[in-house]
């Protein structure tokens, strides 16, 4: 194993000296989904459709962004990076066309990664198939040689797409997910898992379309691995794992009845049409459609709406150049016409449903399909055949297993898959803040709870109040852990995506400077996951772009924890005048174990001339957008006081609990230990300054002897504390300074102050 290795012990994470390590991570980045070369937006059309000539290269940074980004989150205390990238941004050109280019880039950007002491794990990103379908991941050659007419979606709704919409600026928010149930996706996705049971006639290059995109998707990750392997210095060191396909969707695979729509499905927004609906519209037929909105208790019906396409097919036409990129196309498999059609499901000439339930059934074998079985045949199949070929060249990755979106996942455990380099994937969203934009503190709804059938009647799933709001939020996500230990076994949980909207209340904060809301229900989704059992997350999301009128840029989403229009959190250099001595630990000279750079212990050999001098740096500027809205002078600091928060990063024994009290700033970390720390191998927590200042941090420990280190990270400081403990169950509280909110001001301090101190028992002998 490298010297920076992860391993795997049951549902914990281990470092190579056996400390269990927690992931706090972030998702890098956002802008990963759309190019560089030209810049392309989702709210931009200017050359959409020519995207075999785009260029990925500078994504998710340039080398120079990389360093300023990759040592904000660090001293932000972020260990892990969940590493955005496209299938469109490796094969854009053509089938078996690498942009290596973009490989080169990528390679160096890991290789900076890696200097910051970041873990790394790979993730394929996609959303609703491909930027051309409403979202992200697939290139555009993929949706040709489904047969499929991507430059007639806005006529036929087969995707509604940022992009040609015909006001981007009025673009609906939270409308992109919707097309999971529009005809491109459902084509897409049905052909990516099952291509070959329902479209049997579907052949191009002597395979079945189902085969043609796996192996392409498979091989271009792949060739990835591949290269990222001969860099010789980044396998386990810094890339540790490789995520499975984000977000999988079945497409049609298991829907009982074309012409209607199943309870289950909650996200309904806009026009909502049934397959059978989508199916006619996307052959050029009028057909009036079911409008939805979304409210408390999900979607409800708002209206109907015609949605006529004049004509206008979703399919390629017959006389389309299908040589353009190389492949040939099976005769039996007719351009021009339905591709459902072709396979008996309906009549175009009577336009005229034949088989409602064509994709009710596996074919031949009439074994009944619903969510579950698709997840447990067709995804696994696929998984086996993604996790093979990464195992071939990474041999000891970690593979993330991520099924779909809060549906029950794979039953794996006792067999062959249940291995031990495993970890469940998981995604969880406040389905109420983000789809309305407004964290509403009255009340919220547990969805997984109605998802999974927990309930009566929807209304006794509403929670009333903040605090049963956040232990609903807390209940939820321990409930998807629980459910995946259930049917995976014994494999540790990340939450790879959950996080908050910025742009709530119609973008109430952006003028005002009131980031209450958002830091509010940022800091209960981090309640949640603190609580949740879970061995971390990555948060979504981080996007170096974003300003307050476009958001991240893609598809009205505003998710990012940092925007050009909103200042930074200080760093040390400017929060503190000088470091106070620790009665604890003034006698030691520990240095800072894996992190690079300088130390500067909380000693009295520091003084506040030599601090500033050792932290001197170039400042890290922020360039705000043009479109910069006016703001009071309280700018606030974008809820930077919920997401910069304490946290163990490596435990000598087992994490019991631990969380952060953002009311009364209090962090409460406990562990149980069957040994007790070495000199060299202490326990590791992070702890924010800007939380806990030197000079007013009260810290209170069960036992032991303990330290903060101000870390060098590119000039400014990173607080880590250490601490040397013995055997048996520990227990640590620290308190800091409570500041008033979206400001540096500090509040009045109570009359025990917060000076710093530490209260040791008997223990303390034991282990000196």
């Known amino acids: 194993m490298a010297a920076r290795g992860i391993t795997i012990d049951g549902t914990r994470l281990r470092d190579i000296h056996g400390r269990e390590v927690t992931f706090r991570g972030i998702n890098v980045a956002g ?55 496209t299938w469109e941004a490796l094969e854009h050109a053509g089938p078996g066309k690498y942009d290596e280019d973009f ?8 290789r900076i990664a890696k200097s910051y002491g970041l873990y790394v794990f790979m993730d394929p990103h996609q959303d609703v198939w491909s930027r051309f379908t409403g979202g992200s991941g697939a290139p555009l050659w993929t949706l040709y040689a489904c047969g499929l007419d991507p430059e007639t979606f806005t006529s036929n709704q087969a995707a509604i797409v940022h992009n040609t919409f015909p006001e981007p600026a009025d673009f609906p928010k939270m409308l992109w997910p919707t097309n999971y149930t529009r005809l491109a996706t459902q084509v897409t996705f049905t052909l990516f898992y099952a291509g070959r049971d329902f479209a049997p006639n579907a052949i191009i290059d002597g395979k079945n379309i189902q085969d043609y995109l796996t192996d392409h998707f498979v091989a271009a990750c792949a060739h990835l691995a591949q290269r990222i392997h001969d860099a010789g210095d980044l396998e386990d060191e810094c890339v540790i794992g490789w995520e499975t396909l984000n977000e999988p969707h079945r497409g049609l695979v298991g829907w009982e009845d074309l012409d209607a729509i199943p309870d289950d499905l909650k996200m309904r927004k806009g026009t909502c049409p049934t397959p059978w609906q989508a199916i006619l519209t996307g052959a050029g037929r009028a057909v009036e459609i079911d409008i939805y ?41 007719k351009l021009g016409q339905c591709l459902w059609a072709q396979n008996g499901v309906w009549d175009p000439k009577q336009d005229l449903l034949l088989k409602k339930d064509y994709f009710a059934t596996i074919p031949n074998s009439n074994t009944k399909l619903d969510y579950a079985t698709f997840t447990n045949t067709y995804y696994m199949s696929h998984y086996r055949k993604y996790r093979d070929a990464l195992r071939a060249i990474h041999k000891d990755c970690i593979i993330l297993m991520q099924s779909a979106v809060l549906e029950i996942p794979p039953s794996i455990k006792g067999t062959p898959d249940d291995e031990k380099r495993l970890i469940f994937a998981t ?11 407004h964290w509403n503190k009255y009340y919220n709804v547990d969805i997984f709870g109605i998802l999974r059938h927990r309930y009566s009647n929807p209304v006794f799933a509403v929670r009333l109040g903040e605090t049963a709001i956040r232990n609903c939020l807390r209940d939820q996500l321990k409930a998807i852990r629980d459910e995946g230990m259930e049917r995976l076994g014994e494999h ?14 119609d973008k109430y904060a952006y003028r005002t400077g009131d980031y209450t809301s958002q830091t509010s229900a940022l800091d209960a989704n981090h309640f949640a996951l603190e609580g949740s059992g879970a061995q971390g997350y990555t948060l979504w999301t981080y996007v170096a772009q974003n300003n307050h009128q476009w958001g991240d840029l893609w598809n009205g989403e505003d998710l990012s924890i940092v925007s050009v229009d909103d200042p930074l959190l200080p760093g040390s250099s400017s929060m503190s005048t000088y470091p106070s ?26 003084n506040p001339s030599n601090l500033r001098d050792a932290l001197k740096s170039p400042e890290i500027k922020q360039n705000p957008s043009a479109a910069r809205p006016e703001q009071t002078a309280n700018v606030g600091l974008r809820a930077a006081e919920a997401y910069v928060r304490p946290s163990p990063i490596a435990t000598v024994g087992d994490v019991v609990q631990y969380g952060f009290d953002l009311a009364h700033v209090t962090f409460t970390f406990s562990l149980v230990s069957d040994h007790a720390t070495k000199e060299d191998v202490p326990t590791e927590i992070f702890l924010p300054e800007f939380h806990f200042p030197p000079g007013k941090t009260n810290v209170e420990v069960s036992g032991g002897r303990w ?62």
């Open 293 to 333: 909105d979304f409210g408390t208790f999900g979607a409800y019906k708002s209206g109907r709406e015609l949605v006529d396409p004049a004509g206008v097919s979703a399919w390629l036409s017959p006389d389309s150049d299908d040589s353009k990129y190389g492949w040939k196309r099976d005769p039996g498999w």
């Open 31 to 85: 802008e990963c989904k759309f190019p560089r070369y030209p810049d392309q937006p989702s709210h931009q059309s200017d050359g959409f459709f020519d995207s075999d000539n785009v260029s990925f290269v500078g994504r998710p940074f340039t080398e120079e962004e990389a360093h300023v980004h990759f040592a904000r989150l660090k001293r932000w205390g972020y260990n892990v990076v969940r590493y955005v990238f």
């Open 581 to 606: 001595a620790n009665p604890s630990t003034t006698f030691l000279e520990q240095g800072a174990g894996s992190y690079s750079g300088t130390t500067l212990s909380y000693t009295t050999t520091i």
């Open 492 to 505: 540790p949980t990340l939450f790879t995506e959950i996080g908050i909207p910025f742009d709530m209340d």
């Open 103 to 110: 490989i080169d880039h990528t390679i160096k950007i890991l």
């Open 707 to 768: 330290r903060i280190d101000l870390v060098d990270v590119d000039g400014e400081g990173m607080q880590l504390m250490k601490w040397w403990h013995g055997a048996g169950e520990q227990n640590m509280t620290i308190k800091g300074v409570k500041r008033k909110p979206g400001t540096l001001d500090e509040e009045e301090d109570t009359e025990a102050g917060y000076m710093e101190t530490v209260r040791s028992t008997a223990q303390d002998c034991s282990i000196m």
């Open 427 to 437: 995604h969880y969203y406040d389905g109420l803040t983000l789809v309305q934009k």
